[in-house]
């Protein structure tokens, strides 16, 4: 079998240039960069990173002042529901109510 053209990802070795007429290379990667291999550590509070510490504790502290505000304001001046409808104003619920509201989630129903 004879190939007039042959295309491949070799490396030019002194033994291959013996046999194969290579021609000059298109393109050259010959920068290399050699780096220890990190050791991998697991953070639990990773997510927390992004924040220093101080603006972290003015989210929860925000989160709990409005979510008492809410639940007092609730409890100040009801909503008035139809017949039949059972309103749980709770301080939890509150808190919940506010902390869904920060995260934009919605809250889940426990049975």
Same mark, same amino acid.
């Given at each position: =079998?004879?190939?007039? +053209?042959? !295309?491949?990802? /070799?490396?030019?070795?002194?033994?291959?240039?013996? #046999?194969?007429?290579? $021609?000059?290379?298109? *393109?050259?990667?010959?920068?290399? +960069?050699?780096?220890?291999?990190?050791?991998?550590? +697991?953070? =639990?509070?990773? @997510? !927390?990173?992004? %924040?220093? /510490? &101080?603006?972290?504790? @003015?989210?929860?502290? $925000?989160?709990? !002042? #409005?979510?008492?505000?809410?639940?007092? !304001?609730?409890?100040?001046?009801?909503?008035?529901?139809? *017949?039949? &409808? #059972?309103?749980? $104003? $709770?301080?939890?619920? &509150? *808190?919940?109510?506010?902390?869904?509201? %920060? #995260?934009?989630?919605?809250?889940?129903? =426990?049975?």
């Amino acid at each position: =079998m004879r190939a007039d +053209v042959g !295309l491949s990802a /070799l490396t030019i070795t002194p033994e291959r240039e013996s #046999v194969v007429d290579f $021609t000059t290379r298109y *393109m050259d990667y010959s920068v290399g +960069v050699l780096l220890r291999k990190a050791e991998r550590t +697991v953070d =639990m509070f990773a @997510c !927390l990173a992004p %924040f220093d /510490l &101080s603006l972290w504790a @003015c989210i929860a502290g $925000t989160v709990l !002042l #409005v979510g008492i505000l809410v639940y007092l !304001l609730n409890w100040l001046n009801p909503p008035r529901l139809p *017949m039949g &409808s #059972v309103s749980s $104003t $709770t301080l939890y619920n &509150s *808190m919940w109510f506010v902390y869904g509201s %920060f #995260v934009q989630q919605g809250k889940k129903e =426990m049975r």
